[in-house]
């Protein structure tokens, strides 16, 4: 029998802005210890016994950041399938798909593991312990939950309320899902006992959630299958990915796998777990993976303090000084700071509502923006130019393009480019550089092993990312 | 009878860190009009009936930066002369070299007006008759303070107890200069009545000053007068300034003014005054000249906020957002940011002695130098890189100079740029560029009527601002 992790990675966490970003989103913030939310899933799903593959449902525009991503895991050398979004639909239009090419791959009989990319679960022997008693479960024909044992009265998560009077060897048969209590109903679930925190983590065989699908969610089963139908498949030589067509992925409804199914069924179990679990829902949650000083500052980066105690803050490239505060949240990008009481972390997404009703990018990108064949980081913008730091990974390359607006000055600080420059072409060292006419075609590639780190100077009437030809592109971006 | 008002541009401000540096002291920092201390203290000295001269004492290395000030001011036309320190040494040494070259130029009957540059006075007509006031004071003999009635019992200022039983026509006689009080001290003066704040604010006829100061602190006064015959004077087409020579400046007492004399003379009147005056001493007064919203806050700059009430916000360039806070000041400024309580603004100034401590350069330096010729801002150090935006102001040049390490890449942006680039000299228009090899000699110069605004890419293994052979040097500094 196949176990096959999913790995959920919807959602950009914006509770956690400015590092989250809706195209650098929660799953992708790096914590202290220099790996990431999707990282650390992708790693602890792949060292689970009998895994030989991961898929992955993203956003389309994350799939070559993702890539990246799994690929600087050491250690971590399970195949790699993904399903692309168009944009976010709900948790039950990604299971359904994901159900649908794993019974096609792997027959009804495999189990699918569903994963959020963005949890973290730090006690790893407990989690695999659970996964066994689960896939047991399942293969008994259960749709199984991952019940995670409450330690304090959480208002912000459901519950799963169990019935006692039906264990079933490696779990208990789930009595009802509840909504997100009050704090005193809370502390009566706690009090009660039988209740645990719905972690959005599930077990199915696939052949049993295509069952209960077509029974209780026909809908979102037909429109799941024809969306598959009209997709295009890609197979790389590390991977094999469903591009999903958004007209035909628009017409699976819109609803979480819990409202189309697991409140439904009958069939429904859970395996309590105390897995050291954490949605990293808020900054609280962040600051609690850095240790406290002996003024209980969680500090991390360059930060001095003075009368000042039990704070948090978060500073990537600058200095941060904190006087006579208390309990407060500081976190510092190159863009944007944010400053709000430990009291109100929640209320961080209303800046991020703020932001996308005012239009500003600073909801949607960081100065440093991801590009299939590296980045680039906006240094400076100011009337008829800009500057653009530019990294190239080895042996990858920009599309063949032109602009009409601009011109632009390339200079190599290191590592090497190969350069088509109108009808010529170059090998440019470090501290070499050349110049791109408006109307001139042009190509950056780096031929070499390590990355290529080029500066940019834009100049022109129009500097918009919009004024691009492309005529050739590896990223089949020519089009678009 | 000349009246000469003496500028006294010293001292950091560091409780207005970080937009404070100590090349770029509290003087310069621009207020929401637009303005900055130096020019309005100018402008103000300016337009007093009778004045055609200021004389400004400042450290030298702020001689270029505070000609510019001057120079951007709309309608103030009086002749400008510069004592030039090499170091601070506090009031009294200021004072006595002002006094003694004010005899040299003026006569023992003139009369010199003494301001700190960093002061605010918001009534400028109530100051034109204090100044009135205690000219004729001065002429009288008598060694004038500005007394500001206070509005409520300020901790942190000197206060001045003058004699109701000596009225002098324009002011009254002082009975003593008493320290800082503590709460219930300062209550009790307003209670009292007969108590003035001490501004740092005098008028003197400059014969009666020296008189007194050989009475009272004659070593002052003999070291300043052997400092200024040791000095280099120097005439330019808009100024004449007065060099000190460092070792003899050095042998000046290390004393204040009050201390040296007006504590010991008994010829101390006071010209109490109500002129709008404010030293500017902490964010909170910063805070006061921008309106509160109808939350309170009071926000410059991109700001968002959310459930917070009572803020002041500085934000220079980038997007700040507050979240469930009270009765915080944040600045922020392009390398470092503060977040403070308003209750501690004083205590900023201990951060700018950990910075110090720790030999920080942000107590120091901005992301942008003033240099003579105009500035540069580095936007970006990385390994064997360095970036810059270099400004240079019309008609200005660099030296002639030679790198040993460094190469530089060139890229005009806006304005017209004459290069001296080894053997040749060739006139870059924008968006042209040149390189210059390490090892090579030369210039850059803006020959134009607007700002040369130019993108400087350095490589090489040493990028350190001293890896500089300077040939010749309009500024002087060719041997520096």
């Known amino acids: ?11 950009v966490g914006s509770r956690l802005w400015p590092v989250s970003r809706e195209m650098h989103p929660k799953p992708f913030i790096q914590l202290p210890d220099g790996q990431n939310l999707i990282q650390k899933t992708f790693l602890r799903a792949c060292r689970l016994p009998g895994v030989s593959e991961i898929l992955t449902v993203t956003n389309r525009e994350l799939f070559f950041k993702t890539q990246d991503e799994y690929k600087a895991i050491e250690g971590a050398d399970c195949a790699q399938s993904f399903i692309l979004e168009p944009f976010g639909r709900n948790t039950a239009a990604a299971i359904a798909i994901g159900a649908l090419k794993l019974a096609e791959s792997h027959g009804p009989e495999a189990q699918m593991l569903v994963l959020a990319a963005d949890h973290l679960i730090q006690a790893e022997d407990a989690f695999a312990d659970a996964v066994a008693k689960a896939s047991q479960l399942a293969a008994d024909g259960w749709l199984v939950t991952f019940g995670i044992l409450p330690h304090y009265p959480e208002t912000g ?31 009566g679930y706690l009090a009660a006992g039988g209740y645990y925190w719905n972690s959005g983590m599930f077990c199915f065989r696939v052949g049993t ?10 809908e979102v089963l037909e429109a799941a299958a024809a969306a598959i139908e009209r997709s295009d498949i890609s197979t790389g030589k590390r991977h094999r990915s469903l591009n999903l067509d958004p007209a035909h992925f628009a017409k699976v409804p819109d609803i979480s796998i819990d409202y189309a199914l697991m409140e439904r069924s009958d069939r429904v179990a859970t395996v309590p777990c105390d897995i ?11 600051s609690e993976l850095t240790a406290p000083d ?7 980066g360059e930060v001095l303090t003075h009368a000042s105690t039990n704070n948090f803050v978060h500073s990537c490239e600058r200095l941060t000084a904190l006087v006579g505060v208390q309990d407060l949240v500081v976190v510092d990008t190159p863009d944007a700071v ?14 991020v509502k703020q932001l996308k009703s005012h239009g500003h990018s600073a909801h949607l990108l960081h100065r440093t923006v991801n590009r299939p064949w590296g980045s680039y980081t906006t240094l400076e913008e100011g009337d008829r130019f800009k500057i653009k730091r530019i990294v190239v990974k080895p042996k990858a390359s920009l599309s063949l393009q032109m602009h009409h607006h601009r011109s632009e000055h390339w200079i190599v600080v290191s590592g090497m480019a190969r350069v088509v420059n109108d009808d010529r072409e170059l090998m440019l060292n470090s501290n070499e550089s050349t110049f791109i006419s408006a109307g001139h075609r042009h190509r950056l590639e780096n031929p070499g092993v390590i990355d290529l780190v080029l500066i940019e100077v834009q100049s022109g009437d129009y500097l918009g990312e919009d004024d691009i030809v492309r005529f050739e592109d590896v990223y089949g971006r020519a089009t678009s």
Chains 1, 2 share one sequence.
């Open 1 to 11: 029998m196949d176990l096959v992790p999913v790995i959920l990675s919807g959602g």
């Open 157 to 187: 998560f459901g519950y799963i309320q169990t019935r006692s009077d039906t264990a079933l060897g490696h779990g208990l048969k789930v009595e009802r899902f509840v909504e997100k209590p009050d704090l005193a109903t809370a502390e």
């Open 209 to 218: 959630l295509l069952e209960q699908l077509g029974q209780h969610a026909p």
């Open 276 to 286: 050291g679990w954490s949605d990293i829902g808020s900054w609280i949650a962040m």
């Open 294 to 300: 002996n003024d209980g500052n969680r500090l991390e």
């Open 338 to 351: 944010l400053v709000a009481h430990k009291d109100h972390t929640q209320d961080v997404r209303h800046i």
